[in-house]
């Protein structure tokens, strides 16, 4: 399995932004589809955003469409997440995953993924 460190959460006011980045190690990283969920203490894990291995394919969520932007650097193994207008909502553990997949969907899942990041905390403030 590949394995994967999230980095870049943190404390942000309403309508700031942040960039998450997620490092992998262990595999050929172009192999894999990568992914982006959140989660909170109150909801299960839900699907933010996928791109393809080539990065040529990309899926959101409704409600992260036009503020959220997913890329990938098949140089540097590492995935993003620019997070810009960010709100409230938002506030979440985000982990990164790995699909080794043939496709990217909209409806991805997390069964869909087979390698998980540790997490990284965004706190949005009002």
């Known amino acids: 399995q590949v394995q994967l460190v999230e980095s870049g959460g943190g404390l942000v006011q309403a309508g700031g932004s942040l960039r998450l980045s997620c490092a992998a190690s262990?595999?050929?990283?172009?192999?894999?589809?990568m992914g982006w969920f959140r989660q909170t203490p109150e909801t299960e894990r839900a699907f933010v955003t996928a791109i393809s291995r080539t990065g040529g394919t990309t899926y959101y969520a409704d409600s992260v469409k036009g503020r959220f932007t997913i890329s990938r650097d098949n140089a540097k193994n590492t995935v993003y997440l620019q997070m810009n207008s960010l709100k409230p909502e938002d506030t979440a553990l985000y982990y990164c995953?790995?699909?080794?997949?043939?496709?990217?969907?909209?409806?991805?899942?997390?069964?869909?993924?087979?390698?998980w990041g540790q997490g990284t905390q965004v706190t949005v403030s009002s």
């Open positions: 262990g595999r050929t990283f172009s192999n894999y589809n």
């Open positions: 995953a790995a699909s080794m997949g043939l496709w990217v969907r909209a409806d991805m899942n997390p069964t869909d993924f087979g390698s």
